[in-house]
């Protein structure tokens, strides 16, 4: 069972360099999130899915991207990467509350800005 | 969004049952209430979720009061392992708006 896999695990980015988190799921979910969280503190949602073809932001989407062109992908671009985008990322998918709600989640990717 | 509250901690004996209050009484009439749980250096977890009904599963059991202006996640006998940081978070009944915004949480300390 591969649920929701995110690639990379950990990378290390210079200021200014862009990147592509990349994250998947195989369970056929309609929703998909990506949540950012700084040390110590809590989640954060950044953009979210409600199906292929639309995406919408949450709390923090600036210096973010996203797109979902297949039910299964829903990459996030890191455009211009600065300090304060050092966090770890984290990407889940859920299907709809009436059915069994239940939302999984990657194991997340430890991103540093340097 | 419903607004939630949440203690910031809370400490329990290994073996006893916990009770996790949360209120949420902005929430609306379909709101679902979920609960996650985030356990040390690891990603959350679904816990449980309800509508109206107070809802068992293997893990716990969430009691729903019957306003829905709060709920209680039970945990019947914590263990070391229950040791997290648990979230209630309410949603909407799915569609083009459904999201899981995750609050502050409260963090639940177990004590052998």
């Known amino acids: 069972n591969a649920g929701v896999t995110q690639t990379p695990k950990f990378r290390i980015l210079k200021i200014g360099q862009s990147m592509t988190l990349q994250c998947a799921q195989d369970?056929?979910?309609?929703?998909m999130y990506w949540y950012r969280q700084d040390p110590g503190m809590g989640l954060k949602l950044i953009y979210y899915?409600?199906?292929?073809?639309?995406?919408d932001k949450g709390e923090v989407p600036n210096g973010y991207n996203v797109s979902r062109s297949t039910t299964e992908d829903f990459p996030l671009r890191l455009e211009l990467a600065a300090p304060s985008q050092t966090s770890v990322y984290f990407c889940?998918?859920?299907?709809?509350?009436?059915?069994?709600?239940?939302?999984?989640f990657g194991q997340g990717t430890r991103l540093t800005v340097v | 969004d419903a607004k939630t509250t949440q203690p910031n901690s809370m400490e329990s004996n290994e073996e006893e049952p916990v009770h996790l209050p949360c209120n949420h009484s902005?929430?609306?009439?379909?709101?679902?209430i979920h609960w996650y749980r985030q356990l040390p250096s690891q990603g959350p977890e679904y816990v449980i979720h309800?509508?109206?009904s107070n809802v068992n599963n293997r893990m716990a059991s969430l009691a729903i009061a019957e306003d829905r202006k709060s709920s209680t996640l039970i945990l019947h006998r914590a263990t070391l392992r229950d040791a997290a940081v648990y979230y209630c978070?309410?949603?909407?009944?799915?569609?083009?708006?459904?999201?899981?915004?995750f609050g502050k949480g409260t963090l639940l300390t177990v004590n052998p």
């Open positions: 889940a998918s859920s299907p709809p509350p009436q059915n069994t709600g239940e939302a999984f």
């Open positions: 309800g509508l109206t």
């Open positions: 369970m056929n979910h309609n929703y």
């Open positions: 978070i309410p949603s909407n009944s799915g569609g083009s708006n459904y999201k899981l915004t």
């Open positions: 902005t929430i609306s009439g379909t709101d679902y």
């Open positions: 899915s409600v199906g292929a073809g639309i995406t």
